[in-house]
């Protein structure tokens, strides 16, 4: 605390509206985390740690109670290539394809209800999401395969054609 005010952190904009100007905000923790910045593609990340983020990540609340696997499932839709498309266009682009997304635009991405689903369809998304997270764990020839049978999957609920 003491070098925090040695070094002015008490009178910065952010630590003036705490009380005291060291709290960090108390808040549930969310249901997924977003990385705000990719070059690459977003990551919708489950957060089945119960993480907490201050601002170096976006969080995201479910607006009401899913099972386990309708929340797999809807992660796995997050985490599609078609969404990726589609969140790389709501925001903005920096240098070198750095690419950008704010809350208010992330509010606007169409998400699917695993209420919604065909039977069956929820359990076969998340086997995809299973699939995706084991395949980046271990190797990127087997994370490239997941994605892509993900993507295909995911093209196929929403009937979409095939590229």
């Known amino acids: ?84 498309e589609i969140v790389a266009n709501s925001g903005r682009t920096y240098s070198d394809d750095l690419k950008k997304i704010e809350p208010n635009e992330l509010e606007n991405i169409p998400v699917i209800d695993p209420d919604e689903l065909a039977p069956g369809e929820v359990t076969t998304l998340c086997q995809h999401f299973d699939d995706v997270c084991n395949a980046a764990c271990s190797d990127t020839a087997s994370i490239e395969e997941a994605k892509r049978d993900l993507y295909l999957k995911i093209l196929d609920i929403l009937g979409l054609d095939k590229k």
């Open 1 to 84: 605390l003491k070098h925090g005010r040695e070094i002015g952190a008490d009178d910065t904009t952010l630590a003036g509206r705490r009380n005291p100007w060291y709290r960090i905000d108390r808040r549930d923790p969310p249901d997924v985390l977003v990385s705000y910045m990719s070059n690459n593609g977003f990551k919708f990340i489950y957060n089945r740690g119960a993480v907490l983020s201050l601002n170096n990540i976006h969080n995201i609340y479910f607006e009401k109670e899913y099972t386990d696997n309708e929340k797999r499932a809807i992660l796995a839709y997050l985490n599609s290539e078609v969404v990726n």
